[in-house]
Structure formats: C-alpha cells, structure tokens
C-alpha cells in the first residue's frame, strides 16, 4: 500500500498547526472547564467520584479534583508550548543544538509529572492509573528521542570543532 509523502514544508506546517491548535483548545478549555463538566458525562462522572471521594490531609475530594485537572492541563499547555517552540526551531533548521535538546527534555519530564500527577489520583478515579500509563510510555518515548538528539548534537558539534 502506498502511502502519499507530504513535503517537508508541508508536513512541518501541518505539526505546526496541529501543536497550535491544540495549545489555544487546552487554554480554552481552561476557562470553561467548570461549564463543560456538567455536559459532560465522562468529566461529571469522574468529578463525582472525587466528590465523593475520601478527604485528604483535610482537603475535599472536588477540591482535589480541581487541582489536579487544572494541574495536569498547565503541564500539558506547557509541553505544546514547548512543541511549538520545538518545531518553529525545526523550521529555521536549527535541530542539532543544546536549546533543542532542553525543549525535549523539557516535554519528557512533563509528560512524567503527567503521569505522577494521574497516578497519584488512581484512588478517585480508576481511569487516571490507564492515563497516567499512557503518560508514562509517551514520557519515556520522548526521552528516547531527546537522547538520540542530544547524541546526535554532540556528534555535530565535535565534527564542527574538526573543520
């Protein structure tokens, strides 16, 4: 099966849009989370189970809820933030540098606080353990990336020393 290639231009505007698009939803969703949870049934559901969930250290569970959805959505705007600076750096070709690597350093470790952040509600809401798994894979996925990359930046910049 043949699959159509999009050009390289292309296909970085595409990233580009997709990462901005997203960064204005998640803030959108920021302002209206507290209307959109009573439309609802999958967030209503899961602000039930806070709701009625144990205390903590004296803390209710809606209150809980509210600082770990707006927590996890801030890291969240934060890493496509980060994504947007990434690939407008990308754009200028400018791949292979040390502030490249800390854009992706800095997305991994958000992408792991994701995952702490929903583990560590897995007792309210049972769905949070499978999000904070999900979390933790792509977490791990980017380290991966960032490595290659800071690898590769090491690479260039003694082959740069070398001419």
Not at 57 to 75: K, L
Not at 93 to 108: E, G, Q, W
């Amino acid at each position: 099966m043949n699959i159509p290639k999009i050009s390289k231009n292309g296909s970085g505007v595409i990233s580009l849009v997709f990462a901005a698009a997203l960064v204005i939803a998640l803030l959108g969703l920021m302002v209206s989370m507290p209307w959109i949870i009573d439309k609802s049934p999958l967030l209503e559901g899961a602000y039930t189970a806070f709701a009625e969930g144990d205390r903590f250290c004296g803390v209710s569970g809606a209150c809980i809820f509210w600082i770990w959805i707006y927590s996890v959505m801030t890291v969240a705007v934060i890493c496509c933030a980060s994504t947007v600076i990434l690939l407008v750096r990308v754009r200028k070709s400018l791949v292979f540098t040390d502030a490249t690597v800390s854009l992706i350093r800095l997305v991994s470790w958000g992408c792991l606080l994701i995952a702490l952040l929903c583990a560590l509600v897995g007792h309210y809401l049972y769905m949070a353990y499978m999000m904070a798994l999900a979390a933790c894979f792509l977490g791990i996925t980017v380290r991966t990336v960032k490595n290659v990359i800071e690898e590769a930046t090491a690479i260039k910049n003694e082959n740069d020393l070398t001419v």
